[in-house]
């Protein structure tokens, strides 16, 4: 049984090995490289323009690859915002958190992040009191349009972004941006609890839909990842090879260097042709 079989036999949700083609060229430089990575503060119509209009995602796949956010964080040094899109645990997992935290963490503008008047983001506000410091959670413009209608983006929205979630209980509810118990009681309801939507961010983001699909279905959101990662590693060449061409020792060592060459030092990858993490 050579390389190959082998993988093909554990392979589970995702299959990387058996669709990754290495073979791309490596350049020193690339000239304008960085503006084809999404500018966050123009929302979806940079999810559009550079995953679906430049590399030829679907919706569903621009979608499902932006869940690359589950991993790292942002920092000020690098891109000016500062934060994790999820927890610290969930953080160095490859799941579908980011997708969770979307939908069942409330989310507030945080204008001008560091005293920079020209960075904006969400922070997380609720359930339960505000990270902050090394802990701070936040998205940015292009996460949070995925599931909420925000026009004019961190900069200029005040409403909060949160879905109406319930919490153990079928009526426990937890005012997510404000974080005040809902009803008289400052303890849970046993009971419907009333709540305003007043304030809140439009839920009719422009992929809402996927997005709870994902939140719901990790599988989902893998098989999804798949078809648009292999799309994003393969896109601009015509003449990259599989692994299971060959398993030797000699092809093992040009799909490693392959496989970390930056996508950006392709001379040959059309503008938009490269994955998240753009921070």
């Known amino acids: 049984m050579n390389c190959y079989q082998q993988h093909k036999k554990q392979k ?8 990754f083609q290495w073979g791309r060229t490596t350049a020193e430089k690339c000239e ?3 503006y084809r990575l999404p500018n966050s503060a123009d929302g979806c119509e940079a999810v559009k323009n550079v995953f679906m209009d430049a590399m030829g995602l679907t919706k569903k796949q621009a979608t499902a690859l932006m869940g690359v956010h589950t991993l790292g964080q942002a920092k000020t040094k690098n891109s000016g915002h500062a934060g994790r899109w999820s927890d610290a645990k969930n953080t160095r997992k490859f799941n579908n958190n980011y997708y969770n935290s979307l939908l069942k963490k409330g989310w ?10 020209l960075k904006h983001q969400w ?3 609720g359930p339960g009191p505000m990270p902050s410091g090394s802990k701070t959670e936040m998205m940015l413009d292009t996460d949070i349009c995925l599931a909420y209608n925000i026009p004019k983006g961190a900069r200029g929205e005040i409403c909060c972004a949160w879905q109406d979630q319930t919490l153990g209980n079928k009526w426990e509810r937890w ?22 939507k007043k304030g809140d961010c439009s839920r009719k983001g422009f992929a809402a839909k996927d997005v709870k699909t994902f939140a719901k279905s990790e599988s989902k959101w893998l098989q999804e990842f798949q078809k648009a990662w292999t799309i ?14 060959s398993c030797s020792s000699e092809s093992h060592a040009q799909a490693a260097e392959a496989a970390v060459t930056p996508e950006a030092s392709s001379p040959n990858a059309p503008k938009g042709a490269y994955p998240s993490g753009y921070s």
């Open 175 to 196: 005012e997510m941006c404000g974080g005040k118990w809902q009803g008289k009681s400052k303890k849970w309801r046993t009971g419907p609890a009333k709540r305003t």
């Open 12 to 19: 589970k949700n995702l299959d990387f090995i058996t669709h």
């Open 32 to 34: 304008g490289a960085a």
């Open 232 to 245: 994003a590693t393969s896109n601009g060449f015509s003449d990259l090879k599989y692994l299971n061409e």
């Open 123 to 125: 922070a997380r506000q």
């Open 108 to 117: 507030r503008p945080m204008k001008e992040v560091c005293g920079n008047k």
